[in-house]
């Protein structure tokens, strides 16, 4: 919408989607932290986590698409409880429930090698007083406050 052309500059936004599972109350003293396998290339890995009710989840994956869609293949569960029993093992299948989707942007596509995000004054590019924030992931809400100052140094 600037007239940048995004695709020149890497700046293209690739959508990925990421599937959540909530695990069972059975499993309710399973963990009381945030549990994280070794990372994967288009994410942090299938970890466990916690909705704001407590309850523990499983997510997410990683699927790249072409449009926003927020539907969950109940037969990924058999992918999420292989990923969750290479740590812990006591996780069947059955003890999981699709939940929610999201979609997080991407500057790298499939296959791609890893980006990390940008923040970017584009005067350079012929469009000044834009600044972009591109592909803010996990930790970008943890770093919003460093990331806050950044823009501010950037108008200054």
């Given at each position: 919408m600037a007239g940048i052309d995004v695709r020149a500059l890497g700046y293209q936004q690739r959508l990925c989607k990421g599937d959540y599972f909530r695990i069972s109350s059975r499993h309710r003293s399973l963990a009381s932290r945030l549990i994280y396998p070794v990372p994967v290339h288009a994410g942090l890995g299938i970890h466990i986590t916690f909705d704001l009710g407590g309850k523990l989840m499983a997510g997410p994956d990683t699927e790249y698409i072409d449009h926003i869609r927020y539907d969950i293949d109940?037969?990924?569960?058999?992918h999420f409880g292989a990923a969750l029993r290479r740590y812990l093992p006591s996780i069947t299948d059955e003890d999981?429930?699709?939940?929610?989707?999201?979609?997080?942007?991407?500057?790298?596509?499939?296959?791609?090698?890893?980006?990390?995000?940008?923040?970017?004054?584009?005067?350079?590019?012929?469009?000044?007083?834009?600044?972009?924030?591109?592909?803010?992931?996990?930790?970008?809400?943890?770093?919003?406050?460093?990331?806050?100052?950044?823009?501010?140094?950037?108008i200054d």
């Open positions: 109940a037969s990924k569960a058999a999981l429930e699709p939940d929610y989707a999201g979609i997080r942007p991407k500057l790298q596509g499939p296959g791609d090698p890893v980006r990390d995000f940008v923040i970017e004054e584009a005067s350079a590019h012929g469009a000044p007083n834009l600044i972009n924030l591109l592909g803010i992931e996990s930790p970008g809400i943890t770093a919003s406050e460093a990331i806050g100052r950044k823009v501010a140094a950037l």
